[in-house]
T-cell receptor, first 118, second 108 residues
Framework: NAGVMQNPRHLVRRRGQEARLRCSPM?????VYWYRQLPEEGLKFMVY????????ESGMPKERFSAEFPKEGPSILRIQQVVRGDSAAYFC????????????????FGEGSRLTVL | DQQVKQNSPSLSVQEGRISILNCDYTNSMFDYFLWYKKYPAEGPTFLIS?????DKNEDGRFTVFLNKSAKHLSLHIVPSQPGDSAVYFCAASPKLTFGTGTRLQVTL
């Protein structure tokens, strides 16, 4: 019974390169959430997706960041032209229910992907 | 704008004693509160939650108290065990807004 799988666990990029972070939700879960944790800060909501739909992207920076959750395959968080300030841990979480499940705490987190921008 | 605040970045407690972790919030629209626990190099795991219609929820050694008038909640762990050493995040819904976390160290 695999949990939420994120890869890569660690990613190093130079400024200006692209970073792609992948998330496979738990089996049977069709809702994915991405959070970012900057050093010395809490987890900040970025985006909430269902299969083929972005439900809430109010936490996503307006530029360079995008997310998708295709019908087949993992969810992808894409950061274009990375800058040093993008260095952070990016956590993916999944849930089996609707958006309201965020109110019940039934989010299952992956182990995170740590992005370092040189 | 930090709507969920954990003002103590760290806490050290002796094994067997009570650990009290505090959390304050500013948004009166929050209606559900959660605590997550996080070990290094792992994702957060859900610990306990409380609805805004309650003032207390207990699960084994863990109890969460909610004071709506003060916009304050706390997590009590008793007795504390070394395995409880982790970072604890308070979160509030809707939108699951997280605090900055409190690092709990339970010493022998």
């Amino acid at each position: 019974n695999a949990g939420v799988m994120q890869n890569p666990r660690h990613l190093v990029r130079r400024r200006g390169q692209e970073a792609r972070l992948r998330c496979s939700p738990m089996k049977g879960h069709s809702h994915v959430y991405w959070y970012r944790q900057l050093p010395e800060e809490g987890l900040k909501f970025m985006v909430y997706l269902q299969k083929e739909n972005i439900i809430d992207e109010s936490g996503m920076p307006k530029e360079r960041f995008s997310a998708e959750f295709p019908k087949e395959g993992p969810s992808i968080l894409r950061i274009q032209q990375v800058v040093r300030g993008d260095s952070a841990a990016y956590f993916c979480a999944s849930s089996p229910r609707t958006k309201d499940s965020r109110g019940t705490g039934e989010l299952f987190f992956g182990e995170g992907s740590r992005l370092t921008v040189l | 704008d930090q709507q969920v605040k954990q003002n103590s970045p760290s806490l050290s407690v002796q094994e067997g004693r009570i650990s009290i972790l505090n959390c304050d919030y500013t948004n009166s629209m929050f209606d559900y509160f959660l605590w997550y626990k996080k070990y290094p190099a792992e994702g957060p795991t859900f610990l306990i939650s409380i609805s805004s219609i309650k003032d207390k929820n207990e699960d084994g050694r863990f109890t969460v108290f909610l004071n709506k008038s003060a916009k304050h909640l706390s997590l009590h762990i008793v007795p504390s065990q070394p395995g409880d050493s982790a970072v604890y995040f308070c979160a509030a819904s809707p939108k699951l807004t997280f605090g900055t976390g409190t690092r709990l160290q339970v010493t022998l």
